[in-house]
């Protein structure tokens, strides 16, 4: 079964850390694009981040840049957030996805649970 399962939220002060992890199974994440998104209560969801198959381009919404470091492991076959100087606004489900490229609106298979990030102010 193609399945890709977050992990890594959690409730954490203003300023603080989390690393979110996008574990793969069932494919190689390496054959695509890896893309994070949130979706914040009464909000759409946005994409986030994304890192393209060969790990060497890279994507960041301007609210996140210079705070947020998407990174792979594809030895693990897994794709990381690493989120830094959380903001309350960041607080949202935090879902990984699969993409042809970046810079495509296509994703690939059906969304995740995603994890739940709760930054307190």
């Known amino acids: 079964e193609v399945q890709l399962v977050e992990s890594g939220g959690g409730l954490v002060q203003a300023g603080g850390s989390l690393r979110l992890s996008c574990a793969a199974s069932g494919l190689r994440l390496d054959a695509y694009a890896t893309a994070w998104f949130r979706q914040a209560p009464g909000k759409e969801r946005e994409g986030v981040s994304c890192?393209?198959?060969?790990?060497?381009?890279?994507y960041y919404l301007d609210s996140v840049k210079g705070r947020f470091t998407i990174s792979s492991d594809y030895a693990k076959n897994t794709v990381y957030l690493q989120m830094n100087s959380l903001k309350p606004e960041d607080t949202a489900v935090y879902y990984c996805?699969?993409?042809?490229?970046?810079?495509?609106?296509?994703?690939?298979?059906?969304w995740g649970q995603g994890t739940q990030v709760t930054v307190s102010s």
């Open positions: 996805a699969r993409r042809p490229r970046c810079t495509s609106t296509l994703i690939f298979g059906s």
């Open positions: 890192i393209s198959s060969s790990h060497d381009i890279t």
